[in-house]
């Protein structure tokens, strides 16, 4: 069959590193050949040319069946990076440009894998959730400004911008997900008890959506009292769809508490297919860590497999899934491998 264009953003810090392995996978898992356009955004370019992401770049990558994208992002307080240029210029940029405006996290816990859990919170059920992340609105769109900067009458203010096509599209997507899985639950995460606003435009349309998919119970949680039941029962947990910003933060607690940042993978989907979904790692570029071959490649190498799935290979991802399942079972506590090591053990199970 077709070949699948794949445009390749291996981005800053451990980006390279973990995206070196997860082609390495991808070479050995794709059932159809896959042509990589390597693409050198991140702080390098920006800092040797000024460019984040050139529209002439941002055309070419369009014309892609999806992205790899390993991380961007400098170190936090580097002089030269101001804060959030390439976060908010090329990450959010390709977000909402490609409108990806389902960031599909899922979270698992693998055998073998190591989790901070105590048995009694493990022994509660088989934690395997997702979280479905409105990836285009909510306090990322950058509405907002600053007044009598640097003074003590400073005021800043960042609105988050919900509107009922963007909070309906995402819900729908949630919901069908919930259907699809066995337990069909959504729960609904927020804080409507104070963003009166906002929050009445999520309630509103989880309710009003609810009557076309009758099998799936939903519940709604509060997003600080959602951070207490991921760390005590996060069991009760199958679909949780919230806004973006909250979305950001429960995923990296998902992460911390089923196995590990290094595990965590995601999907930044356009179900519409107007333009190619991106798959990423949930962490960032670990400046701490970077060029070290210390990072696990793994998060990356999951994302890979949401890719193939994506694009309709499920077969595909589910081999990856089975051979990292394998490779986690045998992995020693206190014997890190190196990140190639990783990725050279994940992929030699798929040949
Ligand atoms: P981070 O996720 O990069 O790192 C947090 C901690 O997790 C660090 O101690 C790091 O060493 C560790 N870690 C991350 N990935 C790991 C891996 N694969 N294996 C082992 N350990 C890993 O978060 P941060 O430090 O807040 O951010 C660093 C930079 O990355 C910032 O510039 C931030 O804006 C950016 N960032 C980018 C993305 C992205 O590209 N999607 C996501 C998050 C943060
Ligand atoms: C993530 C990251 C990004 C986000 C940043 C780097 C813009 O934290 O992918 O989780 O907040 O979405
Ligand atoms: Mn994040």
């Known amino acids: 069959s077709a070949p699948a264009r794949l445009a390749v953003i291996p981005g800053d810090g451990i980006g390279p590193e973990v995206v070196s392995e997860a082609l390495k996978v991808l070479e050995v898992a794709s059932p159809v050949k896959l042509e990589t356009t390597r693409y050198d955004l991140g702080a390098e370019r920006y800092l040797a040319t000024g460019e984040v992401l050139p529209d002439s770049v941002l055309d070419e990558i369009r014309g892609h069946d999806a992205i790899l994208l390993g991380a961007v992002g400098g ?7 101001p804060a ?10 390709l977000r909402f440009e490609l409108d990806h405006y389902v960031n599909l996290r899922p979270s698992k816990i693998y055998p073998g894998a ?80 104070v963003l009166v606003h906002a929050g009445a435009v999520w309630s509103r349309i989880v309710g009003e959506v609810a009557p076309d998919f009758p099998d799936v119970t939903v519940d709604y949680l509060h997003v600080d009292a959602a951070t207490i039941f991921l760390s005590t029962d996060p069991a009760r947990f199958d679909v949780i769809v919230t806004d973006n910003l909250f979305g950001d933060i429960i995923t990296d607690l998902a992460a911390a508490v089923t196995g590990g940042i290094g595990l965590a993978a995601s999907g930044n989907i356009n179900p519409d297919r107007t333009a190619p979904s991106m798959f990423e790692p949930v962490h960032g570029s670990a400046p701490d860590i970077a060029g070290q071959q210390k990072a696990d490649p793994t998060a990356t190498i ?50």
């Not at 045998?330 to 030699?348: F, H, K, L, Q, Y």
């Open 114 to 193: 190591v989790t901070p859990l105590s048995e009694a919170v493990l022994a509660r059920g088989e934690v395997d959730f997702v979280v479905v992340r409105e990836g285009t609105e909510g306090p990322y769109v950058g509405n907002g400004g600053a007044l009598r900067v640097g003074t003590p009458a400073e005021i800043a203010t960042e609105v988050s911008v919900n509107t009922a096509y963007g909070v309906e599209r995402v819900v729908r997507d949630a919901f069908s997900r919930a259907q699809r899985r066995p337990r069909k639950k959504l729960t609904l995460v927020h804080k409507t008890n």
């Open 84 to 93: 959030g240029l390439l976060e908010r210029g090329l990450l959010l940029k």
């Open 302 to 351: 999951l994302s890979a497999a949401l890719l193939l799935d994506h694009l309709g290979h499920a077969d595909a991802a589910a081999a990856i899934e089975t051979a990292v399942l394998a490779d986690l079972s045998e992995r020693v506590p206190g014997a890190p491998r190196r990140t190639a090591e990783v990725g050279d053990a994940i992929a030699s199970r798929l040949s």
């Open 75 to 81: 170190r936090p307080g580097d002089p030269n990076l």
